[in-house]
């Protein structure tokens, strides 16, 4: 009897106990079950995606953050996601809590350019990776190639003379002659040829459907994807029975201590040609425009850049330019500021909360993709006084806190950001001493594809100051 009543008691107490535990568990979590951001999500699976993208995408988020607020939610391509427009929750994605938003990219897009490469990962790999980048762009190595850079600027503008040319194109052609130039040193010549033409395939399919069929753009860029590896490890091959030190980025992935693997180096070389070629060519190209439109700007710069060659001449030294040189650039560089804000070129990024996360009062939970909407910051009146004008002088004062982040900004922010500036100081060099150039066509609609550009690519025509 009395053992009975020992179990009865002792049921009591573990249900008692079970029970509490459950009631405050219950408690707890109405307390703290914060709301999702304010917004709609659309239609089943497919969204708001179509209402994004069958209009310009700005329109969208900037008629979203007017309704909601500068964080609300939406659904696009198959994903929930929230979409953040002000520089501070900006500022605690990308970097006060970056370790709570993963990068992500779509899965077709990481085989495409590599699994391994430096854009997809987190934490120790990436730490490394970054430094190794970051060695091969640094200010120390890259005033070292000022010569080459120019050189090859030059050769090409030759080339245009007269000529009525696709802005974009060319310019692709100008920057991806750079990346190679960072990559492989002068020996970049020996490979152009055959690394440009798999890159033009493989660009042609990254934005296509990911259906890996033969006949299709995907199929293709997959195969070229193959082949750009197979050039790769010829030249690593190379390298590694000449063994001297190379001063560019393969040098540099092939130094790191521990040891990177042939695919790990040809995953980050492929994936940084790839982000140094468009986003530059789309920022010349809108660079090239706004100065066009600008008569009383581009004036200012070109008696700025002829002013550096006078001093040179005066001082009878060579006209080719120097690190120096470029340090004197204030007004270009301005420009080149102030086209980074109006085209915004990026016009966002992707991360992914990976936990439930707190946020501003909201909850953010796992797997939904953070989206920080760079070109919302940059035109929104709150940050830039008449934002849509195109006006340089705005950055002789320092722009607010967090509210200019053309490069991103944190730990993931662009390692290439003085490369670009540098190649575009001295092709803008060359081009407003020695040429003029005019529209030609229709200018006013932008194209995404995916970096914000000008229509048809802004066609140009190109003459000889005489
Ligand atoms: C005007 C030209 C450029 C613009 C506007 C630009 C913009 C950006 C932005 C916004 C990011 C951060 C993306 C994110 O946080 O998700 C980024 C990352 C990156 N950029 Fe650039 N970029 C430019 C040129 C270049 C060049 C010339 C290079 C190569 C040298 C380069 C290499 C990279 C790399 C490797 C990353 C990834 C860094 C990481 O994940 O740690 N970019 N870029």
């Known amino acids: 009897m009395e053992f009975m009543s020992t179990i009865c008691l002792f049921l009591v107490v573990i249900l008692t106990y079970f029970l509490i535990v459950f009631l405050l568990k219950f408690l707890y979590s109405a307390q ?10 659309g239609w089943p699976y497919i969204g ?52 709570l938003f993963k990068p992500t990219f779509p899965a077709s897009k990481e085989r495409m350019l590599g ?62 002659n750079v990346a190679l130039l960072f990559m492989f040193g002068r020996d970049e010549v020996l ?20 259906v890996n069929l033969p006949g299709t753009l995907f199929h293709k860029a997959m195969k070229a994807r193959k082949d750009l590896a197979q050039i790769l490890a010829k030249i690593l091959k190379l390298r590694r029975q000449m063994k001297h030190d190379y001063s560019d980025l393969l040098g540099s992935l092939m130094d790191d201590e521990e040891g990177l693997d042939d695919e790990q180096i040809a995953d980050n070389i492929i994936g940084v040609i790839f982000a140094a070629r468009d986003t530059t060519a789309s920022l010349i190209t809108w660079i090239l425009k706004f100065l066009a ?116 900004s944190g730990t993931h922010s662009c390692p290439g950001n003085e490369l670009a500036k540098l190649e575009i100081l001295v092709l803008i060099h060359h081009l407003t001493t020695k040429f003029r150039w005019s529209l030609v066509g229709p200018q006013n609609d932008i194209q995404y594809e995916p970096f914000a550009l000008p229509q048809n690519g802004l066609p140009i025509q190109l003459s000889l100051k005489r």
């Open 48 to 99: 708001e995606t179509f209402q994004l993208y069958s209009q310009n995408p700005n329109v969208f988020f900037a008629s979203k953050v007017k309704k909601y607020g500068s964080i609300f939610k939406s659904h696009i391509l198959g994903c929930p996601c929230v979409m953040i427009s002000s520089p501070e929750e900006a500022k605690l994605v990308l970097v006060s809590k970056a370790h």
């Open 191 to 210: 490979y152009r040829e055959d690394l440009k033409r798999c890159y033009y395939i493989l660009e042609k399919g990254y934005n296509s459907m990911p």
């Open 293 to 408: 439109e600008n008569p009383s700007v581009l004036h200012a710069v070109t008696e700025e850049q002829e002013s550096i060659i006078k001093n040179k001449v005066e001082r009878g030294e060579d006209r080719i330019l120097s690190w120096a040189d470029t340090k004197k650039m204030t007004i270009t560089k301005r420009v080149i500021q102030e086209s980074l804000r109006v085209a915004s070129i990026l016009s966002f990024t992707f991360r992914e909360a990976v936990e439930d996360v707190e946020f501003n009062g909201y909850l953010i939970p796992k797997g939904w993709k953070v989206l920080p909407l760079f070109r919302n910051i940059h035109h929104c009146r709150d940050n830039f006084c008449d934002p849509e004008k195109f006006d340089p002088s705005r950055f002789e004062v320092a722009p607010k806190a967090n509210a200019f982040m053309p490069f991103g």
């Open 32 to 41: 703290t079950k914060l709301p999702l951001p304010p917004g709609t999500m």
């Open 115 to 176: 699994k391994q490469a430096i854009f997809f990962q987190q934490g120790e790999y990436h730490t490394k990776l970054r430094k190794l980048v970051l060695t091969a762009f640094m200010p120390e190595t890259i005033k070292n190639k000022i010569l080459d850079i120019e050189s090859i600027a030059v050769s090409l503008l030759q080339s245009w003379e007269g000529r009525l040319i696709n802005t974009f194109q060319e310019m692709k052609t100008y920057t991806f």
